[in-house]
């Protein structure tokens, strides 16, 4: 009787322990979530879906077709080696753009389109597929550049550019929802806007305004953080819904302590303690994800030496890695402003017979998100010099293989 009793009491003091944490526990959530949503985020899969519409449904028709004329198996190794700058005769480069000609006509008419206009639906979390021939875009931005540069060498300037913007609108009627369309995004800005400045002196008055006017209208860094709160959203959706199913989809691949640990989440305490962790980490790295790059570089370097991305019982490995992606998005600014940058130099030089002896003299300033300081600017003997550092931190001189240059 006597042992009897001992054991009635551990097992009533383990669920008392056990009812009590879950209390602190189921506290500590509701506390993270409130303050996660005061600050503006969302934590539905409802608040993330964006719904179907009848221009969605149509890019999504006409790129499909785009995907089923371009023969990726065949030309997509070609268009990243013309894209790259792989040596093609005039007639070569001919030929690509011509048995392509149907793919161009589809995705010309797509980029014609609202932005935004795609449907994504979050339904699904985890699941969710990627938005029709998403991951073509690599190929279709080839395509596109490949007749830009064709149009040029025929000395079709203003088409030319016409075929560089369609890219940019091309990958901005993908929806914003998705973090692997938001990088697919910026890649396609990064490998465009280069063109955009060697063709911009060749373009007319008229085709420089309208393009300075289409690139002011667009906030990498927004297009960023709609990406990054909305795959914050699933992986919330994940972890509240955890199932054993759930983890399959990660244990293959996973060290035995972090296959345990992934499993623990099973466990009710474990899971709303990863639930608070992963709401505080994604507040903590969203406030930082606001400033500019050169201000949070060191702040960024102590999250990611505080964490173990692959995978721990905190579940930190489910939220997006917002470090790389403010990265990405400083050098996609670094673009956009060296970019606007010379295109108001060009214009000034065009209004006023001479090149701006400073960036003061364009009524707009532009700060390097690497740097904190004022992009490098001077004329020279061809016009003038505008760059910016780059990624890698380091004043190049202009030097076009890691600086950002005009």
């Known amino acids: 009787m006597k042992k009897l009793l001992i054991v009635l009491v551990v097992v009533a003091a383990f669920a008392a322990a056990y009812m009590l ?47 089923s004329a371009l023969n990726h198996r065949k030309e997509g190794p070609v268009l990243a080696r013309v894209d790259s700058g792989a040596a093609f005769t005039p007639d070569e480069l001919r030929q690509i753009d011509a048995r392509n000609a149907r793919a161009l006509g589809l995705l010309n008419a797509v980029a014609r389109l609202p932005a935004g206009c795609m449907e994504a639906d979050y339904t699904k979390g985890l699941a969710t597929p990627l938005p029709t021939a998403g991951n073509r875009m690599t190929d279709f931005g080839n395509l596109l550049r490949l007749h830009a540069r064709v149009l040029a060498s025929d000395g079709k300037y203003e088409p030319a550019m016409e075929q560089l913007m369609a890219v940019l609108r091309l990958v901005n009627v993908m929806p914003d929802r998705f973090l692997v369309a ?45 990406s990054i709160e909305a795959e914050a959203t699933v992986s919330r959706d994940w972890l509240v819904n955890f199932r054993p199913r759930y ?137 003038f010099l505008l760059y910016g550092v780059g990624r890698n931190l380091k004043d190049d001189a202009g030097d076009s293989r890691s600086d950002i240059v005009w």
């Open 21 to 67: 944490s879950m209390a602190v526990l189921d506290r500590r959530v509701r506390s993270a979530l409130a303050d996660y949503r005061a600050a503006g985020h969302p934590t539905r899969l409802a608040e993330i879906t964006v719904p179907a519409t009848d221009p969605g449904r149509e890019a999504a028709r006409l790129l499909a077709l785009a995907d």
């Open 182 to 226: 938001s990088l697919i995004h910026a890649a396609q800005y990064s490998r465009t806007l280069p063109r955009i400045r060697e063709l911009a002196p060749r373009c007319s008055d008229q085709t420089l305004l309208a393009t300075g006017q289409y690139l002011g209208e667009f906030n990498p860094r927004a297009r960023f953080q709609t």
């Open 247 to 383: 983890a399959a989809m990660y244990l293959p691949d996973e060290s035995a302590l972090n296959r345990f640990a992934t499993l623990a989440l099973l466990l009710p305490p474990v899971n709303r303690y990863a639930q608070v962790r992963q709401l505080r980490l994604m507040q903590q790295e969203l406030d930082l994800f606001r400033k500019p790059w050169f201000e949070t570089r060191a702040a960024w370097a102590r999250i990611d030496s505080g964490l173990d991305r692959k995978g721990s019982i905190t579940f930190a490995g489910l939220t997006p890695r917002v470090r790389l992606f403010s990265e990405r998005c400083a050098q996609v600014e670094s673009e956009l402003d060296v970019t606007m940058l010379g295109l108001r130099a060009l214009l000034f030089q065009r209004l006023h017979g001479r090149v701006p002896e400073s960036l003061a003299l364009l009524d707009t300033r532009a700060i390097d998100p690497f740097t904190g300081r004022d992009y490098t600017y001077r004329p020279d003997p061809r016009g």
